[in-house]
Structures are given as structure tokens and as C-alpha cells.
Nanobody, 122 residues
């Protein structure tokens, strides 16, 4: 089992940047693919980005491609999401997730953090 704790959320103006971090504890971090998802008020949770166990493969939602970058540090058991050129539509609670395989769907992930709020003002 793995426990996940997100940090780094906050309020930022459109065009600004934020860096989210997710710290993992428990079983070997490097045995999990990691993902970031987000959920806006009244909407379903959606895929944002994912990274393979080794960090050599990544996937992004079309809506964030070119603006967001996912990375991981297996030595520190952390995964990060660098978010640039933020837009008001990026406003959501962002969740870190861990699973056996990298995927775009929620069922790919077995463990979830509690989420961190990102608010982008126009």
C-alpha cells in the first residue's frame, strides 16, 4: 500500500505558473506508475498527466499538452506537475494517484491523495 500527499496548490493569475508535488510513503514508490487527475466543481474527475515507473514515458491530456510537465524522483518518492500558462479553466482540485500500470483512466490507479486546490483567476 502507498500513501500520497499533494502540496503546492494555490491561487494564481491567468498566465502564471504553479508546481504541484506529491509525496509517497509506504511500499516501493518506483513500482508504481503515477498520474495526476483533476476535478472541477460539478464535473467528473479527469485525467491530466501520467508517468511510467521509470519516468521514461509520459502522457498528457490534450488540454494541458505543451503547458504542463509531469516528472518523478524515485529517490525522493515524489512526483511533480509543473503547470505553466495557466488558464481559468484549469481551476480544479488536483489529485495524485498511483497504480500498477500507466494509463489515462481512473481504474488504472489504486491509490489516491486527498487533493490540492488550484484556482486560476482571470
Amino acid at each position: 500500500q502507498v500513501q500520497l500527499v499533494e502540496s503546492g496548490g494555490g491561487l494564481v493569475q491567468a498566465g502564471g505558473s504553479l508546481r504541484l508535488s506529491c509525496a509517497a510513503s509506504g511500499r516501493s514508490f518506483s513500482s508504481y506508475a503515477m498520474g495526476w487527475f483533476r476535478q472541477a466543481p460539478g464535473k467528473q474527475r479527469e485525467f491530466v498527466a501520467a508517468i511510467s515507473r521509470s519516468g521514461d514515458s509520459t502522457d498528457y491530456a490534450d488540454s494541458v499538452k505543451g503547458r504542463f510537465t509531469i516528472s518523478r524522483d524515485n529517490g525522493k518518492s515524489t512526483v511533480s506537475l509543473q503547470m505553466n500558462s495557466l488558464k481559468p479553466e484549469d481551476t480544479a482540485v488536483y489529485y495524485c494517484a498511483a497504480g500498477a500500470t500507466r494509463g489515462l483512466g481512473l481504474p488504472n490507479y489504486d491509490y489516491w491523495g486527498q487533493g490540492t486546490q488550484v484556482t486560476v483567476s482571470s
